[in-house]
């Protein structure tokens, strides 16, 4: 093997790659935040709406869930512009993003929801707990706890996936890469520096949903 390892040229552009993992995780903060709130409204949808309700929620989570998400960006970004709906790179990625973990996180909401079950509800009421404080105690909490775990391993994920969305130039930590190979050639070496960001990137958020796993649910418990 005669190839050379030279990685000055992806030194030399770190702040570009510090900018798009930066960009990278603010799509996939803003894209979860989003897709949760369609997951909650899905999952309610799914648990307490009428049957026509819960049908288009079946269809819609099944789609998503069994086609490829390159082909649901693609789809976004190449097919809403023939009916006259024009998004660019970056609104694309973040709505299929959304429709994504929106999709995904519909499962993970309604198992949480149904894992309260009615009989807790109707304790709290006949000890005179109002409807806050059955919500906020009896509901809320648990039901957290419980999806917390797949939630955050979902989020990861989300951000792990969200690398696709450089096949439409949508600005995050891969479409960075693509574009300084393009300029320096050194595919091997930026592709192993950006492997080795996703990891530190996985790990670090990782560490840090435990340490709060730890300090809002594992504390909690050990006070009750």
Not at 186 to 211: C, D, K, N, P, Q
Request: hydrophobic share 55%; proline share 4%.
């Amino acid at each position: 093997m005669n190839y050379v390892f030279q990685f000055g040229d992806v030194f030399n552009a770190w702040p570009e790659l510090l900018l798009g993992a930066w960009l990278t995780i603010r799509l996939s903060g803003l894209a979860m935040i989003l897709g949760l709130a369609v997951a909650v409204l899905c999952a309610l949808g799914k648990t307490q709406g009428p049957r026509p309700v819960r049908w288009l929620v079946d269809v819609y989570v099944e789609v998503i869930r069994n086609t490829p998400f390159l082909v649901q960006i693609f789809l976004i970004f190449f097919g809403l512009p023939r009916a006259g709906i024009r998004l660019d790179a970056n609104e694309a990625a973040l709505l299929a993003m959304v429709i994504n973990a929106g999709a995904y996180c519909t499962e993970i909401v309604r198992a949480g929801i149904e894992t309260i079950h009615r009989g807790q509800i109707e304790a709290g009421l006949a000890l005179g707990l109002k409807p806050l404080q059955i919500f906020k105690d009896i509901v809320l909490f648990p039901a957290l706890k419980a999806i917390y775990p797949a939630l955050t391993s979902q989020f990861i994920l989300l951000m792990l996936t969200s690398s696709v969305v450089s096949a439409i130039s949508a600005e995050e930590l891969t479409a960075v890469a693509n574009n300084l190979q393009s300029q320096t050639f050194r595919s091997f070496e930026i592709y192993i520096v950006v492997t080795g960001m996703y990891f530190a990137m996985s790990l670090m958020f990782a560490g840090t949903f435990a340490l709060i796993y730890r300090a809002v649910f594992a504390r909690t418990d050990a006070a009750r």
